[in-house]
């Protein structure tokens, strides 16, 4: 006996967004084994092989990503983006710029969680950056094994690390101590303030 899935049972096995697979449907490419009688997708599991719907990623649009850690930094957050524009376009990719205003050690930031909705749903082919450091401090390797299971080609234009490299990595140090340090003695004890005034010190004499 035959087994039918939803859309959305459906494109999870095949790794892709339900808007991919209504798409497809318009593009012929894979249609719904039937319907409901309320309208609904029905899709047969014998059609689900992945290998034989994959789209080429060259085909899929390409993202930019661009971030800085602080608002004081608007104007390398422009120049990043101006970067990511003028490279994406000598290639001639179709693309979008993502941004965002956060430290590399925040994996909560709205823009960074956009983008791996985008990569799971396998809606984008391509993923440019101006260096590794502007996705993630620590981490960013898992996102890249991400992005390769998926077949989204990563570019990074800068492989060396950028000037204010130490800079932003003293403030994410100063990140990580000021939150476990307010677990550890409240938010508003005279000793935690003093230490983030002492942490806050070192990092302006970076």
Not at 79 to 90: A, F, G, N, T
Not at 149 to 162: L, M, T
Request: hydrophobic share 35%.
């Amino acid at each position: 006996m035959n087994k039918f899935l939803g859309i959305q049972d459906a494109a999870k096995c095949l790794g892709v967004s339900p808007q991919t697979l209504r798409r497809w449907e318009k593009k012929k490419k894979m249609v719904p084994a039937h319907r409901t009688q309320g309208g609904q997708r029905r899709y047969s599991v014998a059609q689900l092989n992945p290998s034989d719907f994959c789209e080429n990623p060259v085909d899929r649009p390409t993202v930019a990503y661009a971030r800085v850690s602080s608002h004081d930094q608007k104007e390398d957050l422009q120049r990043q983006i101006h970067m990511l524009e003028m490279y994406c376009s000598s290639k001639g990719w179709s693309f979008s710029v993502t941004k965002d205003l956060g430290s590399g050690m925040n994996y909560n930031k709205r823009g960074l969680k956009l983008l791996l909705e985008q990569i799971m749903g396998g809606q984008i082919g391509r993923l440019v950056l101006t260096h590794k450091d502007r996705l993630l401090r620590f981490g960013a390797e898992l996102v890249f094994s991400l992005c390769a299971v998926k077949r989204v080609e990563v570019v990074i234009i800068n492989q060396g690390d950028e000037p204010s490299f130490e800079e932003e990595l003293a403030k994410d140090v100063l990140e990580i101590i000021t939150v476990f340090s307010a677990r550890l003695y409240g938010s508003r004890s005279h000793k935690n303030k003093q230490l983030i005034a002492n942490l806050q010190n070192a990092v302006a004499n970076v």
